[in-house]
């Protein structure tokens, strides 16, 4: 096994330990933390995902700049699709 090999099981054994925190929380039950709480696991996985796998982590620059924006205006689109979802029934019953 390679260096680079073992690197990569390291991170896919954290994305399994996310993943069952993810499910972990779901079950608890958090109450109004509940989101704040998965959107929180979900960037740390995105995270991981985009220095390892994607392997902004070797890139230099632009190149990382590219690939976090991208990141940013994906989170925004779905920050807008969101808030558009939530307030559909708000404005349909007034």
Excluded: Q
């Excluded at 260096?3 to 954290?14: C, N, P, Q």
């Excluded at 690939?67 to 939530?86: K, Q, T």
């Amino acid at each position: 096994m390679t260096r680079a090999t073992g690197r990569l099981l390291i991170v896919w054994a954290a994305l399994m330990a996310l993943l069952s925190l993810t499910i972990a929380a779901t079950l608890l039950g958090l109450g109004p933390a509940a989101p704040f709480v998965s959107y929180g696991i979900a960037l740390t996985k995105a995270g991981l995902i985009l220095w390892f796998f994607m392997d902004l982590r070797k890139d230099r620059g632009t190149e990382r700049l590219a690939g976090f924006s991208a990141f940013a205006w994906a989170a925004i689109l779905f920050v807008f699709l969101a808030a558009d979802y939530l307030t559909r029934s708000t404005f349909a019953s007034s």
